[in-house]
């Protein structure tokens, strides 16, 4: 059992950044895959980065490929999400998620979910 609390969203003008950061309970992070995926209103929750569990392999979705990092701290249980240049088409809650999964771009395939925290960009 994972719980996940996001935090660092806010409203912030285009161009500016944001760091998210996601804190896990537990003491078994290490062994899951981390992701954060996006929703819109409207849309549908969309796949924004991910990383591996062993490997520390990380990918992104292409309209935030060059401009968002994603990092683990195992040892304090953490995942960032530095967003930068930031567009109003990033506005959406954002989520950060937790499984053993093989595909990583799937929200179905994660089993552990944070509530969301809101990102707002204007202009």
């Known amino acids: 059992q994972v719980q996940l609390e996001e935090s660092g969203g806010g409203l912030v003008q285009a161009g500016d950044s944001l760091r998210l950061s996601c804190a896990a309970s537990?003491?078994?992070?290490?062994?899951?895959?981390m992701g954060w995926f996006r929703q819109a209103p409207g849309k549908e929750r969309e796949f924004v980065a991910a990383i591996g569990r062993s490997t520390g392999v990380t990918i992104y979705a292409d309209p935030v490929k060059g401009r968002f990092t994603i990092s683990r701290d195992d040892a304090k249980n953490t995942v960032l999400l530095q967003m930068n240049s930031l567009k109003p088409e990033d506005t959406a809650v954002y989520y950060c998620?937790?499984?053993?999964?093989?595909?990583?771009?799937?929200?179905?395939?994660?089993?552990?979910w944070g509530k969301g925290t809101q990102v707002t960009v204007s202009s």
């Open positions: 537990g003491r078994t992070f290490s062994t899951y895959d």
């Open positions: 998620a937790a499984g053993r999964v093989y595909a990583y771009r799937s929200p179905r395939n994660y089993d552990y």
